[in-house]
């Protein structure tokens, strides 16, 4: 068998892959009739995800504290799957005030594989074993490789080694038995089905990984103490905008009037989980910023020792 049928006869056995014959005629369809049957495909998504929860939650679990000794969150897929990686790592700045080393996302072909396949990159375990290597791993970091077919190189590269190298390892993919998840301490597979297009797994596919990888991310920040109740307390004030949103968290979160809002902020140099302590603790900004320190940065924690 050539390395090309080869190729043919796994992506024949791939969920992911198969052809709808029912759909051998959706281009005859309606603009309005497509939309609507891509729309319902669209749907089962979450119900696919939401069976796997239990798994994603004991990888959070495995995940947080080795983020808590300084360990880092690391992605990495090629195509569609490490763009999402590289999408969601680059949100956490923002959303969390994380510095930018603790959550990376890597894409087979680099930076420029964003916006521009690059051929063959996928296919490379060794490619992958670079890109980590020069991140120097640690027992503390996870690396979660993604691939919708569960069988890339480079995702499962960097699964094997970031295990062998002791780093905890997650796999992410949208295919039962895969070779991706067989690689990881953590493997979960997110069923979805065959494609409305075949085999284009940006679709329900890459759907799938975004909400988990959402779900991967969001949770271990507040396992960290990233937020207080559902508020974004991490965020820095550090343009008008932000500024705004950081007035109205502390707002919600003290109930406190304009003036002291303003008056913490100014305190603690606007950062918003430090002037919710000080109006909520009844403390000045060095006293917050030193207790949260003490509470490795939970706000709850902190405010139990102004009591």
Not at 153 to 176: D, I, M
Not at 192 to 214: F, H, I, M, W
Not at 250 to 260: F, K, Q
């Amino acid at each position: 068998m050539t390395a090309h049928s080869e190729l043919r006869a796994q992506l024949d056995t791939l969920t992911t892959e198969a052809f709808r014959p029912e759909l051998a005629e959706i281009d005859r369809l309606s603009t309005l009739e497509i939309a609507r049957m891509m729309n319902a495909e669209d749907a089962g998504v979450p119900a696919a995800v939401a069976g796997r929860l239990e798994r994603i939650a004991a990888a959070v679990d495995d995940i947080a504290p080795r983020m808590a000794r300084g360990g880092r969150l690391i992605y990495a897929g090629a195509g569609t799957a490490g763009r999402l990686g590289v999408l969601d790592a680059s949100e956490c700045p923002p959303t969390f005030n994380t510095d930018p080393s603790q959550v990376v996302g890597l894409i087979a072909g680099g930076p420029s594989a964003m916006v521009k396949a690059v051929e063959g990159a996928e296919d490379s375990k060794e490619l992958a074993a670079e890109d980590l290597t020069a991140l120097a791993l640690t027992a503390d970091d996870t690396v979660v490789g993604i691939s919708a077919s569960g069988r890339t190189p480079y995702a499962v590269g960097a699964v094997e080694f970031a295990r062998a190298r002791g780093a905890l390892t997650v796999g992410l993919s949208c295919n039962a038995g895969s070779a991706l998840a067989a690689a990881a301490e953590h493997g979960i597979e997110v069923v979805v089905g065959p494609e409305l297009l075949t085999g284009s797994t940006r679709l329900k596919a890459g759907t799938a990984q975004k909400l988990v990888l959402n779900l991967l991310s969001t949770v271990t920040m507040i396992r960290l103490g990233k937020t207080y109740g559902n508020l974004m307390v991490d965020v820095r004030a550090s343009n008008e905008k932000l500024r705004a949103r950081s007035r109205r968290i502390v707002a919600l979160a003290t109930g406190a009037s304009d003036t002291e809002i303003e008056a913490a902020l100014t305190a603690t140099d606007g950062e918003v989980k430090n002037a919710v302590l000080v109006i909520l603790g009844g403390v000045d900004g060095p006293t917050a910023a030193a207790l949260l320190t003490t509470s490795q940065g939970h706000l709850r924690a902190a405010l139990t020792q102004t009591r």
